[in-house]
C-alpha cells in the first residue's frame, strides 16, 4: 500500500482526500481500498488504518472512537474533539467508550451532523491543546467535561492517570473545573475535585477509591509496608493501619507468568501474611458496586477486629509520615 499523508501520523493514523490526494492517492484508489477493507471511511472524505487486530475489543473501540472524533474536527468548521473522544486521542483511560465521539463547537456556528453528538459550547484558547494539528480540548478540561457528562468515576479515572503522568497539574485541573461552573453535570466536576489522587497506578484503584468514599473508612493511599526487622515488603493500594486491613484492588490478576513478576508477587504476599494483617483483594465486578464493596471490607474489618480480641498483634512497621493525598 501507498504510504499514508504524513499528516496522518499526528492525527491517529487519520487523513483527508485531500491531504491524500497531495500525497499522490487517487480517489479511485482510495475508494477501492475502502471497499476491500484495507482503509476504513471515518466519515465523507476522511479515512484512516483499520485498528491492529491485536488490540482489545475495548481497545479497538477506543482507537476507532478518537479516529472518528479527529475526522470530525478535521472536516468540520471549529469543531474540537472533546470529552471521551479527547480521552482516546490522548491515550487516556475511558471508563466507558461511547459509539459516537463527542465534538465541541462555538453555538454560533450551525450544523447538522449525523454520527457525532455535539457540545455548543465556546472554548477559549487556553481550554484547547496547542500542540496538535486540529482543534482538541486541552488534557485538563477533557477530564472535566468527561465528569460532567459521565459522572464523578469517569472523571477521576481519568484525571488520576493525567496527573501520575504529569499530563496535568491540579491547578489546571481547578482551572479548567472554573470555566464549567453553572454547567450541566459541573457538581460532578466539582467533586472530582475532592477525590482525585496523582499516587493511583491503575483504573480500578481509581475506581475502588471513588465508591468506598464515605461509606468506610478513609484509607492512606499506596502505603509503605515494612516487617519488623525493617525489611522492606512493598506498598498497599490501601492501608487502613489502625485496622490491620491491607487493601488490594485486583491483587494477583495484575501480575503476569512471563514477565517473571509472579514469583516477587508471592515473596511479597508471603511477607504480609506473616505481618497478621488482613488482605482483603477485589477486582472489577465488586469495585463497581459500591454497596458490595463497603459490605466486603467490613467484614475484612470485622476478622481485623477478631484478630485484635484474640490477642494476635500487628507484626509490621508503618511510617507515621504517610501523605494521605493527592496532587
Known amino acids: 500500500m501507498r504510504e499514508l499523508p504524513n499528516q496522518a501520523k499526528k492525527q491517529?493514523?487519520?487523513?483527508?482526500?485531500?491531504?491524500?490526494?497531495?500525497?499522490?492517492?487517487?480517489?479511485?484508489?482510495?475508494?477501492?481500498?475502502?471497499?476491500?477493507?484495507?482503509?476504513?471511511?471515518?466519515?465523507?472524505?476522511?479515512?484512516?488504518?483499520?485498528?491492529?487486530?491485536?488490540?482489545?475489543?475495548?481497545?479497538?473501540?477506543?482507537t476507532f472512537l478518537?479516529?472518528?472524533?479527529?475526522?470530525?474536527?478535521?472536516?468540520?468548521?471549529?469543531?474540537?474533539?472533546?470529552?471521551?473522544?479527547?480521552l482516546a486521542v490522548y491515550g487516556l483511560p475511558l471508563f466507558h467508550a461511547p459509539k459516537v465521539p463527542c465534538v465541541t463547537k462555538p453555538q454560533d456556528v450551525r450544523t447538522r451532523q449525523l454520527g457525532l453528538h455535539l457540545h455548543r459550547k465556546k472554548l477559549e484558547p487556553s481550554q484547547l491543546d496547542p500542540s496538535y494539528e486540529f482543534l482538541i480540548t486541552s488534557v485538563a478540561r477533557t477530564c472535566i467535561d468527561v465528569a460532567c457528562e459521565q459522572g464523578v468515576v469517569a472523571?477521576?479515572?481519568?484525571?488520576?492517570?493525567?496527573?501520575?503522568?504529569?499530563r496535568i497539574t491540579g491547578d489546571e485541573l481547578l482551572f479548567a473545573r472554573t470555566s464549567i461552573k453553572g454547567d450541566i453535570g459541573s457538581p460532578d466536576a466539582g467533586r472530582l475535585l475532592d477525590l482525585v489522587d496523582s499516587r493511583a497506578e491503575s483504573p480500578l484503584e481509581s475506581l475502588s477509591r471513588v465508591n468506598m468514599h464515605g461509606r468506610v473508612p478513609a484509607p492512606l493511599v499506596q502505603a509503605e509496608l515494612f516487617a519488623e526487622d525493617g525489611t522492606f515488603i512493598g506498598r498497599a493500594d490501601f492501608l487502613w493501619p489502625e485496622l490491620g486491613v491491607v487493601g488490594e484492588a485486583d491483587g494477583m490478576a495484575k501480575y503476569s507468568i512471563e514477565d517473571g513478576v509472579l514469583a516477587r508477587e508471592k515473596w511479597r504476599q508471603d511477607r504480609l501474611n506473616e505481618t497478621n494483617a488482613v488482605i482483603a483483594r477485589w477486582g472489577w465486578d465488586m469495585a463497581?458496586?459500591?454497596?458490595?464493596?463497603?459490605?466486603?471490607?467490613?467484614?475484612?474489618?470485622?476478622?481485623?477486629?477478631a484478630r485484635r480480641t484474640a490477642g494476635i498483634r500487628l507484626r509490621w512497621r508503618v511510617p507515621n509520615a504517610q501523605v494521605s493525598r493527592k496532587y
Open 12 to 62: 491517529c493514523g487519520v487523513f483527508t482526500i485531500e491531504q491524500a490526494l497531495s500525497a499522490g492517492w487517487s480517489q479511485a484508489t482510495l475508494s477501492r481500498k475502502a471497499r476491500a477493507g484495507e482503509l476504513i471511511r471515518l466519515r465523507a472524505g476522511a479515512f484512516a488504518l483499520p485498528p491492529p487486530s491485536e488490540l482489545t475489543s475495548f481497545d479497538r473501540s477506543a
Open 66 to 86: 478518537a479516529q472518528q472524533g479527529v475526522a470530525a474536527a478535521l472536516q468540520l468548521q471549529d469543531a474540537a474533539v472533546s470529552h471521551s473522544a479527547a
Open 155 to 166: 472523571g477521576v479515572i481519568a484525571a488520576d492517570a493525567a496527573l501520575a503522568a504529569g
Open 288 to 305: 463497581q458496586s459500591p454497596l458490595k464493596l463497603a459490605a466486603y471490607l467490613e467484614e475484612r474489618f470485622a476478622e481485623a477486629q
